[in-house]
């Protein structure tokens, strides 16, 4: 029995040499991770200080860039760059501008030769207008909601200016313009004035039945997109670091005076889709990507700042429009959807989901149509009610598209170079 119980003793005293053995080695091993894991984390530290430095540095870099708004002559009118920033006298033209548009456009009743929804139903293609090469194909169009008159960017290939829907187009194909813009009130005077980004260049133009010319060009290295303000007086400038710039117009659109410049909180952030003026005037949107995600921006245009910021697309942001009374705010995006935003409530109010990857929309004058493009086709919805209307086939990627005056058709910039107008054959 003694040796029995020596026996097991014996082998609890070697499974507990063992046991200690092991703990050992265990808290050898332990002292060496939390060793490695104290360097590791002073080495993180280490690179997260230099990359917020890096940052800093590369932000100054950018603000310097994007300040550095030269001025180029393209003929005898060479722009006079100055900056004034927002002035009384601006503020108040702004504001002047806000007040009498909000109580006119509330009382302004819908035109009689606006295209009723049943008619709409029935649209299909009617003509195509081959403007531009396929290789860089038509990036942009602006119908002048006055006169009637058609801009159509081209990027590599030029512009092309229509006097009407079915007039001839006069095309300048010595330039770069990637996004255009129709300043409003050009109407008043014989001819159109609008304005185009594109190869670092803010370019005005001047067309006419005759002639289809530059007036003034600014150097603005970055530039992405330009819109002209309601007002006619002021453009908007967004270059590729999503810093943003006001400029003023001079009497005879010779001249430009550089107002502000508004940089991003951060600096990651990149324009995604052109920006775009509320019918207002006192708001800006700029649709951006950047490291925290896919957002619309709004941005005080009086104050210079960020106001809100439109989260829940899941891919970058396409095209966003405004609706002519103000309400309602629409963006695209390449995750196939298109968000509507109550801007007075700051929700989204639908969410309309298409098949294909949403590269343009447009609301009609009126506010009654909303359109958004793909590659496969165009729909137009009846606002409020959202219900679709018309599913019209495309040939090619619809880059940008807009509606006539009282919605009578829909022009369309096609990635084949082609101006496509849709609307009754009848």
Known sequence: MLAMFQNEWDDVMLETHVIKQQLHATRKELSHALYQHDAACRVIARLVNERDEAQRLVAELQRSLAGKLTSEGISSNTPNISKDGLGPEVITHLTDFWKKTSRSRKKRPVSRQLSPAETIIGWSKKTSMELFNSNSGATDVAICQLSGAIVCAGGKSGVAWLAAASAPAATSKGCVADTCSIIPGSASSPGTVFATSGGDKITLWKANEKDLSTVASVRVPGAASVAAHPTGSYAAIISSNASWGLVAFGTEMSTLRELSLVM????????????????????????????????????????????????????????????????????????????????????????????????????????????????????????????TLSELEVDGQIRALDFGIDAEFVAAASSKGNLDFFGSCN
């Not at 952030?269 to 920006?275: F, K, N, R, W």
């Not at 925290?292 to 106001?307: A, C, L, P, T, Y």
């Not at 447009?362 to 919805?381: E, N, P, V, W």
Request: charged letters at 20%; proline letters at 6%; one cysteine or more.
């Open 264 to 387: 991003p909180d951060d600096p990651s952030e990149a324009p995604s889709a052109p920006l775009k003026f509320h019918p207002d005037g006192l708001i800006l949107a700029t649709p951006t990507t950047s490291s925290q995600g896919h957002v619309v921006r709004i941005w005080d245009v009086k104050e210079q700042k960020s106001v809100h910021a439109f989260e829940g697309h899941s891919a970058p942001v396409s095209c966003v429009a405004f609706s002519e009374n103000g309400y309602y705010m629409a963006s695209s995006s390449i995750d196939t959807s298109v968000k509507i935003w109550d801007l007075r409530k700051l929700i989204e109010l639908k969410t309309i989901n298409n098949c294909d990857r949403v590269t343009a929309l447009a609301f009609d004058r009126s506010g009654k149509y909303l359109a958004h493009a793909s590659a496969t086709r165009i729909q137009i919805h009846a606002v409020k009610e959202w219900s």
